[in-house]
Each structure stands twice: as C-alpha cells, then as structure tokens.
C-alpha cells in the first residue's frame, strides 16, 4: 500500500506540475488525502511491528478487516480520480459537492468527481475490479439515480439552460450487466413524468494502455 500511495503521489506530482491551477480547482483534496493515508499506514506499521515484537500472530481477522481495506480502497479511489483528470480538458472543478431538494422534500447529495466545460459535464470515477461490481450494482445504481436527479433538478447547476451530462468511468473495466442497468436508469421529472433524455453514460476504461 505504501508502493501504491507513492505511485498515486507521484502521478498528482506529474500532473499539477503540468496544470498548477488544478489546486485551486480543488486538487488541494487529494494532496490532504494522500496525507491522511501515509498517516494511516504509518499507524498501521507501527500496530504490525508491536504484533510481531509481541509474537502474536499477524492475521487479517487480528488487524481488522476495516484497517486494512480503509486506505487500501482510499488510495485506489485517488489513483482513479487522478488517472481520470489526466485525460480530460476544460477542468472546471474537482470533487464539488452537489444537492437538491426532491419534488417530496428529500434532500439528495452527492460528490462529482470531475466536472468540466464549465460544469456542463460530471464525471465519476469508478475503480471497482469487473469481478466485484455486481455485488455492488444495487449501490450504484442508487448513486448513479441520486447524481441524475441533482443534476437534473437542480437548475442552479444548469449551463444554458442544460443540465449537465453524468459520465460513468469504470477505469478497470465495467460488467457488461452493470453497464446495461445504469445506462437504463431513468428519473421523473417535477410532475412525475419520465425524462427520457438525461441518462447515465458509462465508458469502459478496461482497455486503456495505462
């Protein structure tokens, strides 16, 4: 993990070097991160090494499922993110955070990842293995219905008079049933009517040469 954070810390390196006004547009949260991690694995370190000095035996059960997937999951969602801001232009803005207020008074909020073209366009970075995703899909597909209807009900995120696009990126590959129900997955409008026209699109990073 701590090869990995450093690979992921190199690349933002990288890349606010060749875009520096990228901190500004909130890359600053991904510098916070990367440092919040390499403090959780040093405590992680140090827990490891009072195991081994104790003789106790190092298990996963031992150390706790969640100490280990924390800022192993953590890492990989940055490097996503990171990988994904590379290949887009017109950056607007990094991981704005986003609501409304349903027709029925719920308040829905959620995380851009990327937004660009002065936020005509979200984009989501999604780093789940192909094999894993549809033991998730219910939980993205109750993300992927909450982005579209903030983006879709929310006038004060519309440019010119359009909401803005929501684009999936699975950057390992995407399950072929995944892809098909989020691409499937349609809102109702104020009156209850169904928009057919603002949808999900999910691109399949899998086959990148990265």
């Given at each position: 993990m701590r090869d990995n954070l450093g690979a992921v810390e190199h690349r933002l390196t990288t890349l606010l070097e060749q875009s520096p006004d990228l901190v500004a547009k909130g890359a600053d949260r991904w510098l916070a991160g990367i440092a919040?991690?390499?403090?959780?694995?040093?405590?992680?370190?140090?827990?490891?090494?009072?195991?081994?000095?104790?003789?106790?035996?190092?298990?996963?059960?031992?150390?706790?499922?969640?100490?280990?997937?924390?800022?192993?999951?953590?890492?990989?969602?940055?490097?996503?993110?990171?990988?994904?801001?590379?290949?887009?232009?017109?950056?607007?803005?990094?991981?704005?955070?986003?609501?409304?207020?349903?027709?029925?008074?719920v308040r829905m909020a959620s995380e851009v990842d990327v937004?660009?073209?002065?936020?005509?366009?979200?984009?989501?970075?999604?780093?789940?293995?192909?094999?894993?995703?549809?033991?998730?899909?219910?939980?993205?597909?109750?993300?992927a219905r909450r982005q579209l209807y903030i983006s879709y009900l929310n006038p004060e995120y519309w440019v010119d008079d359009i909401p803005p696009q929501v684009k999936w990126h699975f950057m390992n590959g995407v399950h072929p049933t995944v892809k098909a129900r989020l691409e499937a997955i349609r809102i109702e409008d104020e009156t209850g009517h169904t928009v057919d026209h603002h949808q999900i699109e999910v691109i399949d990073h899998g086959t990148d040469n990265d």
């Open positions: 919040t991690q390499l403090d959780a694995l040093s405590r992680l370190s140090t827990a490891l090494e009072n195991r081994i000095a104790a003789g106790e035996p190092i298990t996963r059960r031992a150390m706790g499922d969640a100490v280990l997937h924390g800022p192993e999951a953590n890492i990989r969602g940055y490097e996503g993110e990171i990988r994904l801001a590379e290949q887009l232009d017109n950056i607007h803005a990094l991981g704005p955070l986003v609501d409304t207020d349903t027709p029925t008074g937004a660009t073209d002065e936020g005509r366009v979200w984009h989501e970075s999604k780093t789940n293995d192909i094999d894993s995703q549809r033991g998730e899909q219910k939980r993205l597909e109750a993300q």
